[in-house]
């Protein structure tokens, strides 16, 4: 199973701040990694896929990059509406693996 | 848009069948794949398996001896039964959509059903 570690485990920002979260894949994975946001109570969202398509309806100030083992979440300008969890989870092999997440929280 | 519902019972006892069906609106469940994740309480998120709308199936490892899916077209539906259950089963279980451009992604859920395993 390929396994996938995010880092941080959590955050602390403020808005406005440039958030970046990376995800690394134990063994090559391209560019088959999905970003997904959680709030509390709600099931996930989908934010990115193919490491770097914005999915419909996503603002743009999330941005996806990287290929291989090492792929990274950027939000450009955190927003109070992104204070979340945020998952990588990679497409390449079944079992489809997530990443431990990643907690955004308010400084 | 596709609009994925849970449905099930929300206790079960130990070492019963825990039984869940996924209702699919706003969209044919023909020619995707269709998942099971969970997340217990706090922790992360655990892809169970999938199926596909003509019934194969993929299980991840730890379940596979205790799982079972099955995909009813003419309902719309998909179903997840997850036998021998402990309170380690205790868990929101979502079902999602398999989405494919070039790759494959999550981008619909169901809102998520509280399953506890208790006597």
């Known amino acids: 199973d390929i396994q996938m570690t995010q880092s941080p485990s959590s955050l602390s920002a403020s808005v406005g701040d440039r958030v970046s979260i990376t995800c690394r894949a134990s063994?090559?994975?391209?560019?088959?990694l999905n970003w997904y946001q959680q709030k509390p109570g709600k099931a996930p969202k989908l934010l990115i896929y193919?490491?770097?398509t914005l999915q419909s309806g996503v603002p743009s100030r999330f941005s996806g990059s990287g290929s291989g083992t090492d792929l990274t979440l950027i939000i450009s300008s955190l927003q109070p509406e992104d204070f979340a969890t945020y998952y990588c989870?990679?497409?390449?092999?079944?079992?489809?693996?997530f990443g431990q997440g990643t907690k955004v929280e308010i400084k | 848009q596709v609009q994925l519902q849970e449905s099930g019972p929300r206790l079960v006892k130990p070492s019963e069948t825990l039984s869940l069906t996924c209702s699919v609106s706003?969209?044919?469940?023909?020619?995707?794949?269709w998942s099971w994740i969970r997340q217990p309480a706090g922790k992360g998120l655990d892809w169970i398996g999938r199926?596909?709308?003509?019934?194969?199936?993929h299980y991840n490892a730890p379940f596979k001896s205790r799982v079972t899916m099955s995909v009813d077209t003419s309902k719309n539906q998909f179903s997840l039964k997850l036998t021998s259950v402990t309170a380690a089963d205790t868990a929101v279980y979502f079902c999602?959509?398999?989405?494919?451009?070039?790759?494959?992604?999550?981008?619909?859920w169901g809102q998520g059903i509280l399953v506890t395993v208790s006597s």
């Open positions: 999602a959509r398999g989405g494919f451009s070039g790759s494959y992604y999550f981008d619909f």
């Open positions: 706003g969209g044919s469940i023909s020619t995707y794949y």
């Open positions: 199926i596909y709308s003509s019934g194969a199936t």
């Open positions: 063994q090559s994975i391209s560019n088959y």
């Open positions: 193919g490491a770097s």
């Open positions: 989870q990679q497409s390449y092999s079944i079992p489809w693996t």
